[in-house]
C-alpha cells in the first residue's frame, strides 16, 4: 500500500485540477473581457479630454493704455511673433487712454464686461498686470520682454537658430529611464491588483461543500494551498498572454499605436522576461497572504467585505515602491529591495534604470525564500484556527470520567 503523495506531488495534482476546471468553465470568457471595459473607458476618456482641450480657446490679454504705447506694444507683438509665438499671449486692446486718463482693470474684470484673462495697464515704463494669481505669473516673463521691445521701438534681427539633434544624451536616457520603470511598475501593479484579488474566494465554495475535508485527508495542506496558488497563477498567465496576442494583432493590424517608450538599460527582451519574472513572484507573494486570510471566511459575504482592506494595502505597497524608485541607492529603495511585498515592483524598477543582473538572481532568491514561508504559515493557520472537527476539552474530560466508573 503506496503513502500520501509528497508536497510537490499532491501540490501539482491540486494545480492541474484547479487550472483545468477554470480554464474550461464558461466564467472564464467573461474573464478574458474583463479588461476590455477599463480600456474602452480609458480611450473614451482621453478622447473626450483632448476634443475639451481642443475646443478651448488661448487666453487673451486686455490692454488698457495710452494711444502711442497700445501702438508700440503691438508692433512689438508682431516682431516677437515669428520667435516666440506660443509664449506671448494674444493682445485684445479694449481701452486707448486718452492723455491724462486713468484706467481700473479691476471692476471690469470682476464684472466680467471684459472677455479677457487678464489685463495689461500702466504704463511701458511701470507696466501692470491684473488678473488671476495663476496666469499673471506664466505672462510676466513674456510681458515684460514686451515691454522692453516696445520702449526700444527698434527692429532686432534675431538669427535662425540651427538645429542639430542627437539620438542621446545623458541626461535625456537617464529621464527616458525613469519613464519605462515607472511604466513597467505602472503596469505591474495594475496586473497584480486585477489578478491577485481573485484569490481570497478560491476556499470559499470549497469549504462550504466539505470538498476541504476532503483534500485535507488526502495530500498535507501546503499542497493544496501551494497547488491552488499556482493553478491561480497559471490562469492569470494565460489570461496575460492572450491580451498581450490580442493587443499585439491590434498593433500590427493599425489599429491602436502605443507611445514608445524608452529602451530600458537592460533592453526590452529581459525586461519583459524579468516582468514575467516579477510578476509571478509578487502574484504569489500577495496571493499566499490572500489565501490564507480568504480561508478564513465562510461566506462570499466575507469575501466582498474583506476586497476593500486587501486593495488599499495593495495600493500602499505599490505607493511605497513608486517613492523609492524616486529615491535611488537611498535607504527607502534599499527597504523597498528587501521587504518582500514591495521587491518585485522595486526591482523592475531597477531593471528599466540599472544594467546590472545580479541583484535581480538575489531578490528572486529572496522572493522565493518568502512565497514558501508564506504558504506554509498560511497552511498552519488554516489548519489550527478551520480544520477543528469538535472541542478537544470535553473529550478528554469524558475520558477521565470514563475512567473512574471503571
Known amino acids: 500500500m503506496k503513502g500520501r503523495l509528497s508536497v510537490l506531488a499532491a501540490a501539482w495534482v491540486v494545480a492541474r485540477r484547479d487550472f483545468t476546471a477554470i480554464l474550461f468553465s464558461r466564467s472564464f470568457f467573461f474573464f478574458l473581457l474583463g479588461p476590455l471595459f477599463p480600456v474602452l473607458i480609458a480611450v473614451l476618456a482621453g478622447s473626450l479630454g483632448s476634443r475639451v482641450d481642443a475646443s478651448q480657446e488661448r487666453p487673451v490679454l486686455g490692454v488698457a493704455m495710452p494711444v502711442a504705447e497700445v501702438e508700440a506694444l503691438e508692433r512689438a507683438r508682431t516682431q516677437l511673433a515669428p520667435v516666440l509665438d506660443d509664449e506671448l499671449p494674444k493682445l485684445l486692446v479694449i481701452r486707448r487712454l486718452a492723455e491724462g486718463e486713468r484706467y481700473d482693470p479691476a471692476p471690469a474684470l470682476a464684472l466680467r464686461k471684459v472677455k479677457v484673462a487678464a489685463i495689461l495697464s500702466g504704463s511701458l515704463e511701470a507696466p501692470v498686470l491684473t488678473g488671476p494669481g495663476g496666469l499673471i505669473e506664466v505672462w510676466r516673463g513674456p510681458v515684460s520682454m514686451l515691454a522692453a521691445q516696445a520702449r526700444s521701438d527698434a527692429k532686432s534681427a534675431y538669427p535662425a537658430v540651427a538645429l542639430k539633434p542627437v539620438a542621446r544624451s545623458d541626461a535625456t536616457e537617464r529621464k527616458g529611464r525613469f519613464a519605462t520603470a515607472q511604466g513597467a511598475q ?18 470559499v465554495e470549497e469549504k462550504g461543500n466539505k470538498i476541504i475535508e476532503v483534500l485535507a485527508a488526502a495530500v ?6 501551494l497547488g491552488k496558488l499556482f493553478a491561480m497563477l497559471g490562469v492569470s498567465l494565460v489570461g496575460i498572454a492572450t491580451w498581450a496576442a490580442t493587443g499585439g494583432l491590434l498593433w500590427l493590424g493599425g489599429g491602436i499605436a502605443p507611445e514608445r517608450l524608452p529602451d530600458p538599460a537592460v533592453g526590452w527582451p529581459l525586461l519583459i522576461g524579468l516582468g ?4 509571478a513572484m509578487a502574484y504569489l507573494l500577495l496571493g499566499s497572504v490572500f489565501l490564507a486570510i480568504g480561508s ?12 476593500m482592506p486587501v486593495t488599499m494595502a495593495q495600493l500602499m505597497v505599490f505607493f511605497f515602491a513608486s517613492f523609492a524608485m524616486t529615491q535611488p541607492g537611498s535607504a527607502v529603495e534599499i527597504a523597498a529591495v528587501l521587504v518582500p511585498f514591495s521587491s518585485p515592483f522595486a526591482m523592475l524598477a531597477r531593471a528599466a534604470r540599472e544594467p546590472a543582473l545580479l ?10 525564500l518568502w512565497v514558501a514561508l508564506l504558504v506554509r504559515g498560511g497552511a498552519r493557520l488554516f489548519r489550527s484556527r478551520v480544520m477543528k472537527s469538535g472541542p478537544v476539552g470535553k473529550t478528554k474530560r469524558s475520558g477521565r470520567w470514563s475512567l473512574r466508573r471503571r
Open 186 to 203: 505602472t503596469l505591474l501593479f495594475l496586473l497584480t491588483m486585477m489578478l491577485a484579488g481573485m484569490v481570497l474566494s478560491n476556499l
Open 220 to 225: 498535507p495542506m501546503d499542497a493544496v494551498f
Open 276 to 279: 514575467v519574472v516579477y510578476f
Open 296 to 307: 478564513m471566511a465562510t461566506t462570499v459575504r466575507e469575501v466582498q467585505t474583506l476586497s
Open 359 to 368: 541583484p535581480h538572481v538575489l531578490a528572486i532568491g529572496w522572493q522565493m
